[in-house]
């Protein structure tokens, strides 16, 4: 399983109960699919750089999940198909951002011989 960052910018004309509805049939995937879900982070409403889709603000939201690569191509597929999602970026992170290099460090060293 890899760690991956999904960024999703939904209109701001929807209620924020919609938007947590459509959170959580993202993680529903994640967990179906036999993924992790992780950290969930609403970062609100924001004003735009420049306009995107006619659109001057959007609601930010960050999902953090640990799955397969085909199970986030079916949530970017998701999330491309729904209207209410101006935008969205699916990223792989690298396994150190993701906290696992605490884990393979120690492998390397107990594997490295000691120097006399």
Known sequence: MRPYEVMVIFDVDIEEGAIRE??????DVVKNGGGNPGRVDHWGRRT???ELKH????????IEATAEP???????????????VLRHKVVRQPEKAAGR?????????????AAS
């Open 70 to 84: 085909h199970v986030l191509s079916e949530v970017d597929r998701m999330l491309a198909l729904d209207d209410a």
């Open 55 to 62: 659109r001057t603000e959007g609601y930010y939201v960050v």
């Open 48 to 50: 735009f750089a420049y």
């Open 101 to 113: 290099s605490a884990r393979t460090a120690s492998r390397g060293k107990a594997a490295a011989p």
């Open 22 to 27: 459509r959170i959580d049939r993202v993680l």
